[in-house]
């Protein structure tokens, strides 16, 4: 009999921790955004939300839709995690920051609390803070 995964996420270095486990080994076929919803206990419930086909990011009404499905399931003290699958090498492409801002614009939008959104690729998983997901001046 296995014990079922059940961590619990209190600062950034545990969620990574959770994204580690459950996206390793790295190497991704197609563009996911994926949605951990972390209950007022600080454990993530046992299953997780998939969004496939997410190459491109979101237009506004996408974000519309998101906003909503969070804010159906938002209650106090549950939190959002989010991370953003794609093949290729590392770094933080302008649309994975396109991806992190429209998560956050998202939680924002439904009043609930997220967690820092992260980017796995093939090689690696990082964070993308709300502050690293905004434009690039050129």
Known sequence: MTTPFRP????????????????????????????LVIDADDRPFPHITEITEAREPPDDEQVSSLAELIAGL?????????????????????????????????????????????????HDLVAVPMDDALPHAG
């Not at 093949?87 to 939680?107: C, K, N």
């Open 8 to 35: 619990i996420v209190r600062s950034q270095a545990d969620l990574e921790a959770v994204w580690k486990h459950l996206m390793g080994p790295w190497g991704f076929g197609g563009h996911s955004v994926w949605m």
């Open 74 to 122: 938002a209650e106090p003290r549950r939190r959002f995690a989010f991370l953003r699958s794609r093949p290729g090498p590392g770094g933080v492409t302008d649309d994975d920051r396109a991806w992190a801002r429209a998560l956050y614009s998202a939680g924002r939008h439904a009043g609930a609390s997220l967690e820092v959104v992260h980017r796995a690729c093939d």
